[in-house]
C-alpha cells in the first residue's frame, strides 16, 4: 500500500544543473522500492533535524563536471539515508535531508549558487561575522579563465589557473556553519526559501542520485552560462569547449595523442593532415588566445620535438564575421595579420554540422579535423531557463538596478546569468570576467554595509532597508594575446567610444602584468611566474599524462 503510493507520488521536481553543465532529465513512472533501515528517533534527533526524501531524479552530468571528482557532501551521516518504509502521511510531498531554516539568535544563512567569478568575489568580500555562507557547486574551485588557454599548450600547469574555494573564502572550511557542498542546485523554491540539490558523485555515496535541500535567508545565484551551440547536430558530441580547467586538460591530451599516432608507421599522407589538423570555431577572445598559444607551440616546440610530422600541422581559426568584433578595427588588422603571419589560417564561415572527423559548413564546404574546439560564447544554462523568475533579454535572471531579482524576495542574481530587466533603462551587461567581478564585489559591501548592519540578513527582514547607489558597471578595457609575444591592448569604455588603443610587444608585456596582479592568489601569482619563466628557458611542457 505504501509502494502504491510512492509510486503515485513519483512526480519529479524540474531542473537542471548550472555552471556549463549540459543536462537530460528522464523521467520515470514511480519509483523503484529499496530497503533502508529507519533510523530510530533518538538518532534523528541526535544527528539533527533532517526530514526525508522519497523522490529521485536522474540528471546526466557532462563529461567536464563528472570527471576526477572524487570529494563527497560535507554532512554524511545515516540520518541523510533515503527511507522508503514510512507513514502514509508523509508522502503528500517529497522530503529531502539537509539544511533546515536558521533559529532566532543564529546567523543569517548566505546560500551562493556557483564558484565562477561572481560568485568567489562575493564569497571572498562577505563579513563571515555576520553571516554564515553556504556555497553549492559542481567544482570546488575558481578559473582563472583569461590564462586557461596557455594551460592546453603546457605554457602554465594546471594548478597555476585553479583556485581552492576554500581558500578564497576560509569560513568554508573552518566555520561550524558554513559549508561547501560539492553539487548542482536543482530547483528553488522561494516561497520556503530552500534550494534543492543533486551531488556529483561516482557511485560511492548509498543512493544515488542523491538529494538534499539547503535552506536560506539570502539567496545569491552566480551559477555562470554555457557555451552556445545554436542547436548545430554533432557540437556537444566531438567538439572541446574551454571553460573549465577539465576542458584545458583534455583538449591538451587530445592534441599531443594525435602529433605521436601522426608518426606511427603506416598512417597515410592524407590522414596525418587531417589529424594534425587544429579548427577553432569563434573569432572572440577565447579563440583568438587560444590560436595564438598554438600557433607558438608549433612554431617553437612542434617543429622541434615533433621533425617527422611538423609540415602537416596547421591551425585554422572559423569565424562568421570578423575576429575580435569588439576590439578597435586597427587592433582587429594587426590581429589579422599577426595571425596569419604565425600560419594560422583565417576562414569565413558558420558551421552546418560536427561529424567525428570533420565539418560541414553552410556553404557545403567539408573541413577535416583532428581536434575541434568551440569557442562561440555563452548562453543562459539549462538551470537558469528552467527556473520561474523574471527573465532579462537574451534569457538571463532578470534582475534591477541593485541586483536583486525583484519579483522574490531575499534573491539576488550576478555574473554571467543575470541581466538587468528592460524597466531599469539598462543594457545587458557582456558576459565577461570583469563584469562578474565587479558585481560580485559590490553585491558583497551590500550585504556588509547595507542589509548586515541593519539587521536585514534573516529572511524577508530587508524590505524596508534603503540599499543606496545602485550598480554601475565601467568598462576598464579589453585585451587579448595574439601570440610571440604581441598582444592587443584597447582601453576604450565601449565599442563606440573614444580611447587608448595598442598593439605589440609592449601590449603583451602589459597583457601579462595586468593578468599577473589580478590571479587570485600570491600563491598562484608564484606559480604563474615559475611556469612563465621556466617555458621561456626551457620550452613548454609537451608529455602526455594519462
Request: hydrophobic share 35%.
Amino acid at each position: 500500500m505504501a509502494l502504491a503510493r510512492v509510486a503515485r507520488s513519483g512526480l519529479r521536481r524540474s531542473g537542471g544543473s548550472f555552471g556549463g553543465n549540459r543536462t537530460e532529465d528522464v523521467f520515470c513512472e514511480g519509483v523503484s522500492p529499496c530497503q533502508c533501515s529507519m533510523p530510530s528517533l533518538e538518532n534523528v534527533r541526535e544527528y539533527s533535524n533532517l526530514s526525508y526524501f522519497s523522490s529521485t531524479k536522474n540528471v546526466n552530468h557532462m563529461r567536464f563536471w563528472s570527471r576526477g571528482i572524487r570529494v563527497m557532501p560535507h554532512y554524511h551521516s545515516p540520518a541523510a539515508e533515503m527511507v522508503a518504509e514510512v507513514s502514509d502521511s508523509e508522502y503528500d510531498e517529497p522530503r529531502y535531508p539537509g539544511l533546515e531554516a536558521t533559529k532566532p539568535g543564529e546567523k543569517p544563512r548566505v546560500v551562493v549558487l556557483g564558484t565562477g567569478w561572481a560568485a568567489c568575489r562575493f564569497l571572498k568580500g562577505l563579513d563571515t561575522k555576520i553571516y554564515d555562507a553556504v556555497c553549492v557547486s559542481p567544482r570546488n574551485h575558481m578559473v582563472f579563465t583569461p590564462l586557461l588557454a596557455s594551460t592546453c599548450v603546457g605554457t602554465l600547469e594546471f594548478r597555476s589557473v585553479a583556485e581552492p574555494v576554500s581558500r578564497i573564502q576560509s569560513a568554508l572550511a573552518t566555520s561550524p556553519n558554513s559549508y561547501f557542498y560539492l553539487a548542482s542546485c536543482i530547483d528553488i523554491d522561494t516561497n520556503k526559501h530552500e534550494v534543492y540539490c543533486e551531488t556529483v558523485s561516482n557511485g560511492g555515496l548509498p543512493s544515488e542520485p542523491y538529494q538534499f535541500k539547503v535552506a536560506y535567508d539570502k539567496l545569491v545565484i552566480a551559477a555562470g552560462a554555457e557555451p552556445l551551440t545554436f542547436g548545430i547536430k554533432g557540437v556537444y558530441e566531438n567538439a572541446f569547449f574551454l571553460r573549465e580547467v577539465n576542458h584545458a586538460q583534455e583538449i591538451r591530451k587530445k592534441l599531443l595523442l594525435n602529433l605521436m599516432l601522426s608518426e606511427n608507421p603506416g598512417i597515410s599522407e592524407e590522414e596525418k593532415k587531417r589529424l594534425l589538423h587544429c579548427v577553432v570555431i569563434g573569432g572572440g577572445p577565447t579563440g583568438v588566445e587560444f590560436s595564438g598559444e598554438l600557433s607558438d607551440f608549433i612554431m617553437r616546440d612542434v617543429r622541434e620535438r615533433y621533425t617527422h610530422v611538423k609540415d602537416y600541422i596547421q591551425v585554422t581559426l572559423i569565424e562568421a564575421n570578423e575576429i575580435l568584433s569588439s576590439f578597435d578595427v586597427g587592433l582587429r588588422q594587426y590581429a589579422t595579420k599577426h595571425l596569419t603571419k604565425s600560419g594560422v589560417h583565417l576562414m569565413r564561415g558558420v558551421v552546418k554540422e560536427v561529424h567525428p572527423k570533420k565539418i560541414v559548413l553552410n556553404d557545403g564546404t567539408d573541413v577535416p579535423y583532428g581536434l575541434l574546439v568551440w569557442s562561440t560564447g555563452v548562453g543562459p544554462s539549462n538551470f537558469v531557463k528552467s527556473l520561474n523568475l523574471p527573465k532579462s533579454p537574451g534569457g538571463r535572471i532578470g534582475v534591477d538596478e541593485w541586483l536583486r531579482v525583484p519579483s522574490v524576495e531575499d534573491v539576488f542574481a550576478l555574473g554571467d546569468c543575470a541581466g538587468f530587466l528592460e524597466q531599469t533603462g539598462k543594457p545587458v551587461l557582456p558576459a565577461l570576467a570583469q563584469v562578474a567581478e565587479r558585481e560580485g564585489k559590490y553585491l558583497a559591501e551590500l550585504f556588509n554595509k547595507k542589509i548586515g548592519k541593519k539587521n536585514g540578513g534573516k529572511a524577508l527582514s530587508a524590505k524596508d532597508i534603503s540599499l543606496g547607489e545602485p550598480f554601475v558597471y565601467k568598462h576598464l578595457g579589453s585585451m587579448a594575446s595574439v601570440g610571440r609575444y604581441k598582444a592587443l591592448v584597447d582601453l576604450r569604455q565601449s565599442k563606440d567610444a573614444k580611447g587608448l588603443s595598442h598593439a605589440g610587444f609592449v601590449s603583451w608585456l602589459i597583457w601579462r602584468s595586468a593578468y599577473l596582479t589580478r590571479v587570485v592568489s600570491w600563491r598562484n601569482r608564484f606559480y604563474v611566474a615559475v611556469n612563465w619563466a621556466t617555458t621561456l628557458v626551457f620550452g613548454r611542457d609537451n608529455s602526455r599524462i594519462g
